[in-house]
């Protein structure tokens, strides 16, 4: 598994212009905003204040972009379904999306995050759907574990795995940032999109 040495944000982006050179494997995140996104990252990280962390939904609003072990790059997206951001920042989002997706050649996977206490929203499914049209989908985080018991925590994983429709390989993963639970987990199932031909 892999072992994360270094980290460092190394460019943030809104256009590809100043997107970096596609030198590495890259692993994004997405999810609706106030998900956890920063917060898993700097868990990921072992990092206190790598991405920035709010409580005020909407944070992040730009393609951070940062630099793991000289390796391979964690990619933290912009949080959608921000209720207070306007329809044009909303038209900006998409547009955002799409030119980052259609032009990332080593971008292994999209971790797609889901607040484990709801149901996805119909913009997570809408989200997840998108990232299927581009064979990116696969690895779902469901965060903030902490907040629920663990007999809720099945029942949840369930409804999740159901309402985005995945498929029997496709993983889900509880996570708690605050608790630092399932952590290794991720990295590992990290360590798989980066490395697929390492065992073990
Ligand atoms: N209890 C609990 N709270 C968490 C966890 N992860 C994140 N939070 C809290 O959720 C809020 C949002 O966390 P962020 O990591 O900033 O979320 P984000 O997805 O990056 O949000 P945007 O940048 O706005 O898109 C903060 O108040 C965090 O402290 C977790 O695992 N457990
Ligand atoms: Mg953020």
Request: glycine content about 4%; charged content about 30%; some cysteine.
């Amino acid at each position: 598994m892999i072992k994360i040495v270094r980290s460092e944000l190394e460019t943030v982006a809104v256009s590809p212009d100043r997107y970096p050179l596609q030198d590495m494997p890259e692993i994004a995140f997405v999810g609706r905003s106030n998900v956890g996104k920063s917060s898993l990252l700097n868990c990921l990280t072992n990092r206190k204040k790598l991405a920035r962390v709010s409580g005020s939904p909407g944070k992040t609003r730009t393609i951070n972009f940062y630099r793991i072990n000289d390796e391979f790059r964690f990619i933290d997206l912009p949080g959608y379904g921000y209720a207070k951001v306007s329809k044009s920042i909303t038209a900006d989002w998409d547009k955002m999306m799409a030119a980052f997706f259609d032009s990332r050649d080593k971008l292994k996977r999209v971790v797609q995050l889901v607040d484990i206490r709801h149901e996805p929203s119909k913009l997570d499914i809408k989200m997840y759907d998108y990232l299927r049209s581009y064979g990116l989908d696969g690895l779902v985080c469901a965060t903030k574990a902490d907040k629920i018991s663990s007999n809720v925590k099945q029942k949840n994983l369930a409804i999740i795995r159901k309402s985005l429709r995945l498929n029997k390989d496709d993983k889900i993963i509880p996570v708690s940032s605050l608790k630092r639970t399932g952590i290794d987990e991720m990295l590992s199932a990290i360590s798989d999109e980066i490395y697929p031909n390492d065992s073990v």
